[in-house]
């Protein structure tokens, strides 16, 4: 991404964190966070190697191609998923909006720069209309964790920190807020 190095460096800290624990989540023994842990978890690693800064690791364009396969992939997995779950729709827009930056980032150089002179690139529209839904999901997934209890290893059902429904929201929005800053930096 183009933008301050120390803002890329606390972006990539943050997905990963986020794609690591997922990666915890899919050991779940309840079946709905199984699910979904795996799509955010690749989600959360994408992300991230989205988030390093172009002046420390200036992939060649085919890794950016690669990138917008992969989540075109994870797309139509999620629009199949979507059948039985409405949340399927938020990792939709996710991985095409993945996919999305990943073809304004395999773009020449020379194509940002054609923009009216500004440093991002993309379709202005389209990064204003996924702005404005990031910014929708962020807000309304953190009014959803205030008043969620917290239920720890003792808790009903005796279910582990890997269960615990705040922490995966608390994954969510900070997803959220990875991808309104990825989309900012834009």
Do not use: K, N
């Amino acid at each position: 991404m183009h933008g301050p190095a120390a803002a890329g460096w606390l972006l990539v800290a943050l997905c990963a964190a986020t794609g690591a624990y997922c990666l915890l989540r899919m050991r779940s023994t309840v079946d709905e966070q199984r699910a979904a842990a795996g799509s955010e978890a690749l989600m959360g690693f994408g992300m991230a190697l989205m988030a390093v800064p172009a002046a420390v690791f200036g992939p060649p364009r085919w890794v950016w191609g690669t990138v917008a396969v992969v989540f075109g992939a994870t797309a139509v997995r999620s629009l199949w998923s979507a059948r039985s779950s409405a949340h399927h729709l938020h990792h939709l827009v996710g991985a095409l909006a993945m996919v999305y930056m990943a073809v304004v980032m395999a773009a020449p150089a020379s194509a940002h720069a054609a923009h009216g002179g500004h440093s991002g690139g993309g379709a202005p529209v389209l990064t204003a209309l996924l702005l404005v839904y990031y910014g929708g999901y962020v807000l309304v997934a953190g009014f959803r964790l205030v008043p969620v209890p917290a239920v720890g290893a003792g808790g009903p059902g005796g279910s582990g920190w890997g269960d615990r429904p705040e922490l995966a929201m608390a994954c969510r929005l900070s997803m959220g807020i990875g991808m309104l800053a990825m989309l900012l930096i834009m």
